[in-house]
């Protein structure tokens, strides 16, 4: 196998590994399409630094695409077999990131919702930790993650305080 060749085919693998990666990300957004908008969250009683409902889908777009290149970026440095630790911290905050939504939105829980989005705060924490001691540009890249879940666990507690 020619050098060019084998040069081609870890390029390849490697930007396959990104998009699969920040598709993950992306498609735990996907949790949203099986809610209901039944007029519920707007019955609500909402503090007055509330940000308007049309910014959380271009904050997650970019937070998303931030998370998967992190991943990537832990991933390229040994794969699954030396970063298992890192990347299943990732995964497991993910999963509870995407499990979020239907409970606040779908089942009105704000309280259960509070719980879980504490848990993600704190597993998001040790995830950073994780990724920046393998890759610092990687653990940067959770930082405005960890703040945007930082002022979304405030809000979500305020919700379940007002309401």
Not at 75 to 84: A, I, L
């Amino acid at each position: 196998m020619s050098e060019t060749f084998k040069t081609a085919t870890i390029n390849l693998q490697q930007s396959l590994a990104l998009v699969g990666w920040c598709a993950l990300c992306l498609a735990t957004a996907s949790t949203g399409f099986f809610v209901s908008t039944d007029g519920w969250y707007m019955a609500l009683q909402k503090p007055t630094w509330n940000p308007p409902a049309w910014i959380f889908g271009p904050v997650w777009t970019v937070l998303y695409l931030m998370m998967g290149v992190a991943a990537w970026l832990v991933w390229r440095e040994g794969g699954w077999k030396t970063r298992q630790w890192p990347l299943g911290l990732f995964l497991i905050q993910l999963l509870l990131n995407g499990i979020w939504t239907p409970v606040f939105f779908g089942m009105h829980q704000i309280g259960l919702a509070l719980a879980d989005i504490a848990v993600l705060w704190l597993l998001l924490g040790a995830t950073l930790i994780a990724f920046w001691r393998v890759n610092s540009p990687a653990g940067l890249l959770l930082v405005p993650y960890l703040a945007w879940v930082s002022f979304a666990t405030f809000l979500n507690f305020t919700l379940w305080r007002m309401n």
